[in-house]
């Protein structure tokens, strides 16, 4: 007899309405689970408690970072990994054994990575509508980040993040102020991340634990309060290093996060934990100090989803079409003998000598080579790999390098090659607002060391020297700007393209014939360009120096001086606008001035007077004392 299921209330009955199982009820939840609430020698406890429960919920997402480690480069995964890495590494005693013939995964992921890796992101902050003052603070601001950047190898840290992304889908980097007062940013594996998904299906979480290795004595350098729980924790076990062996000396750190419940509040919270040991700190700001990249969105749930679990089932049925191709080959891939029945052949004749008679009664043999493989087959094997390209959305002219057969012009590259960018429009925005939200963290990281320490400097890379950056001339407000990304630019990178675009520009009479034939030898388009800007540029920065820094530049002869009047008007005006000092305004009176002595013709010589007759000379007065000497002044 069946048993009767309540679907409304969950509660399965006998027959005698007697309750077997009821609905596990969520509504009463821990109070150990609410670390942030417990007192701070209860901390550690109660940290574990929540992440083992986490954990033990996403044992999935365990096993599916596992399989997408190998499908990208046939390796363990190493970090704190858990029960779920062990069992699979223990199977794989001899990883090549176990290698990928034909890898669609990497060759996705390390196309695209050169994709994003082609055009750096440059964080650029803008006024809106602001006054001078802050005109010139947005400005530094500006080469603050950059240099930061510079310092931090940001760009090559981002490119990390986006490879990590493709392979388990999340990338993450870490912004935080080191113990000698600097702004870092470090690579994080998506592995030791937690949230708890179900608070985090739709909404962002509000809490957040990361879990890492790190060695005893580096840890207690860098948390000297928590000394007496690091000397007596015990080293990370089998388990948490993956079910690998090392010879460090390996602690587990849990540091934990808690947002704000609101603007207003101050219930903020970080906490480091080492063993039964807890040190918390208030957090007030309103975000994870980890800028995230995901590969792929997905509906429901805070992670991503990376290339390699999208294209795992392709790539499952491309290793066993390799397999069985393998196999084929090395079982019919040599010629075959057929001898009849009752026929009397010498078989010692049946060898590898060149002419060799082979002496027969009956029929001859017959000498047949069958095909190694059915040619459905490969067809099948080239049609999964397209199709993985296709999902990916990533061309053959980009995995391969070579252009597809009938495109030969430049303007037909470029095309090809805008299409190919237009698929990856997407993910091009969600990379630049991943490098903006770095920014905007490292920034108020800067924010805090500098109230703290009272200075801070990063040193800007400029195209010909370096310059040194100082906060204390920026410290703008966060309303008092807006924070904008721009990529570098990018001409065509083949040489057709790049002959194709000096055409054009012939054509369109922006550059001229000489000018032209010099770039189809060499067709170095940024250069020319430097050069034919490089007097307005130059005229600018004389300018800017003037305005911004009080530096005062005269105007030389040489220079276009046409050009540099109606520069300095234009700035002049502007800076007049937007309220600049009187004192720097009139730096920029005095080089028009200049310019116009300069633009003035000199005042033409005297002409000479007309010949008219002149008196015959006397004689000079002779002296009676000196002969034939001339008087001078003897009396």
Not at 288 to 316: D, I, M, T
Not at 341 to 355: A, D
Request: net charge negative; charged share 25%; proline share 5%.
């Amino acid at each position: 007899m069946a048993k009767p299921f309540d679907r409304r209330s969950g509660t399965l009955k006998d027959a005698k309405g007697k309750v077997l199982r009821k609905p596990k009820d969520n509504s009463d939840i821990s109070e150990n689970l609410k670390w942030w609430t417990v007192k701070e020698d209860e901390m550690a406890a109660s940290i574990a408690a929540t992440l083992k429960l986490i954990q033990h919920n996403q044992t999935s997402r365990i096993e599916q970072l596992t399989v997408s480690t190998r499908l990208y480069g046939s390796t363990s995964a190493y970090g704190l990994m858990g029960m779920a890495f062990t069992r699979i590494n223990s199977g794989s005693a001899n990883p090549s054994m176990q290698r990928i013939s034909y890898n669609l995964c990497s060759s996705v992921i390390d196309t695209l990575e050169s994709k994003m890796a082609k055009n750096k992101v440059i964080p650029t902050y803008v006024t809106n509508g602001g006054i001078w003052k802050n005109q010139k603070k947005a400005k530094q601001l500006t080469k603050f980040t950059q240099g930061l950047f510079y310092e931090q190898h940001v760009h090559e840290k981002a490119i990390e993040a986006f490879s990590d992304a493709g392979v388990w889908g999340d990338g993450f980097l870490y912004v935080y102020a080191s113990q000698d007062g600097k702004c870092c940013i470090e690579r994080v594996l998506p592995h030791e991340l937690w949230v708890d998904e179900i608070e985090a299906a739709v909404t962002e979480p509000t809490q957040l634990h990361r879990v890492k290795l790190m060695d005893r004595e580096v840890a207690a350098v860098m948390f000297p309060d928590l000394s007496e729980y690091i000397e007596k924790v015990s080293p990370a076990n089998y388990q948490e290093v993956g079910g690998h062996k090392t010879a460090a000396d390996l602690i587990t750190v849990v540091e934990s996060w808690k947002l704000r419940s609101g603007p207003e509040e101050d219930d903020g919270l970080r906490v480091i934990s080492i063993g039964d040991g807890a040190m918390k700190y208030k957090w007030t700001k309103d975000y994870f100090p980890f800028p995230h990249f995901r590969y792929s969105k997905r509906k429901v749930g805070w992670y991503g989803q990376g290339a390699c679990e999208r294209l795992q089932n392709l790539q499952g049925e491309i290793n066993r079409g390799m397999i069985l191709k393998q196999r084929s080959l090395w079982m019919m891939g040599s010629f075959k003998l057929l001898l009849e029945n009752g026929s009397k052949v010498v078989t010692q004749h049946l060898n590898n000598e060149v002419g060799s008679i082979v002496h027969y009664t009956g029929t001859p043999p017959q000498y047949v080579t069958p095909p190694a493989t059915n040619p459905e087959l490969q067809a099948w094997i080239d049609s999964l790999i397209e199709k993985g390209y296709e999902q990916e959305g990533v061309s053959k002219m980009s995995t391969t390098g070579e252009a597809p057969m009938g495109v030969d012009s430049g303007k037909a590259l470029r095309t090809l090659n805008q299409i190919g960018d237009d698929r990856f429009l997407f993910m091009g925005q969600q990379m630049e607002e991943f490098i903006l939200e770095i920014a905007k963290q490292a920034v108020e990281v800067v924010k805090d060391i500098y109230a703290d320490k009272g200075e801070y400097e990063v040193i800007f890379p400029d195209t010909n020297f370096m310059e040194t950056v100082d906060w204390a001339e920026i410290d703008l407000d966060n309303e008092e700007y807006v924070l904008k990304a721009f990529p570098t630019s990018s001409l065509s990178d083949d040489i057709t393209g790049r002959l194709a675009e000096t055409q054009e520009l012939m054509q369109a009479g922006l550059i001229s014939p000489r000018t032209g034939k010099k770039l189809m030898d060499m067709p170095d388009i940024e250069m020319e360009e430097n050069l034919s800007n490089a007097a307005e540029d130059y005229l600018s920065k004389c300018l800017e120096d003037m305005l911004y820094d009080g530096k005062y530049t005269p105007p030389q002869q040489f220079n276009d001086l046409n050009l540099a009047k109606s520069l300095a008007l234009q700035y002049y005006n502007y800076a007049q606008l937007m309220g600049c000092p009187d004192k720097r305004l009139g730096l920029v009176r005095q080089f028009l001035v200049q310019i116009d002595d300069l633009l003035t013709p000199p005042m033409p010589a005297p002409a000479p007077m007309p010949n008219q007759p002149m008196a015959a000379p006397q004689a000079q007065p002779t002296s009676n004392m000196i002969q034939n000497t001339p008087n001078q002044g003897v009396q």
